[in-house]
């Protein structure tokens, strides 16, 4: 008696298995119209213009104030010249680039995005690293928020591996 139609039969039930099978769901809550923000993430819903450099000497022109959010004009990752690596660059048809981020009072300060773009922030030649990483709240555009401990001076902020050419950004200062 040949096993082939018993491994058949085996095979199909395992494909009809959902590939959650055994796990709890998870569901997002169905966003029916976006959610309103207030206090720090308020300009969120009103993001101002602006283009990303490709190089340090183009940051001077790609400011983002603190505490207003900005649509970010990307350029394509072979077009940008990074001050150091981004810890995940994403490949030749993602979009990247650098904006340039003022501190004057230390503190931790919040990076929030669009997208799962990757976001380094960079000083003096050094990366800071982030001391917390989460998602925004429900159905307000808020992907990611990223907190780093800044002090004053001027940071660069390395966006890499976005998917789109644009990308909403936000930095503030967290209470």
Not at 8 to 15: G, K, R
Request: a neutral charge; one cysteine or more.
């Amino acid at each position: 008696m040949s096993r082939f139609p018993y491994f058949l039969a085996a095979t199909a039930a395992a494909l009809s298995l959902p590939a959650h099978a055994g796990a709890e769901e998870q569901h997002e809550p169905a966003c029916t119209a976006p959610a309103p923000l207030t206090g720090e993430l308020a300009s969120w819903a009103a993001p101002s213009p602006i283009e990303a450099a490709g190089n340090a000497k183009g940051l001077t022109a790609a400011d983002l104030p603190m505490g207003q959010a900005a649509d970010v004009k990307l350029l394509q990752t072979p077009d940008v010249q990074y001050p150091l690596p981004p810890e995940k660059p994403g490949g030749s048809v993602s979009y990247g680039g650098l904006v340039g981020v003022d501190i004057v009072d230390p503190g931790t300060y919040r990076v929030a995005l669009g997208s799962g773009a990757w976001i380094d922030v960079v000083k003096d030649g050094k990366t800071v690293t982030s001391v917390k990483h989460g998602h925004g709240p429900a159905c307000t555009g808020i992907r990611k928020m990223v907190d780093f401990p800044l002090q004053p001076g001027r940071y660069t902020l390395q966006v890499a591996a976005n998917g789109t050419q644009r990308i909403t950004m936000l930095v503030t200062r967290l209470p």
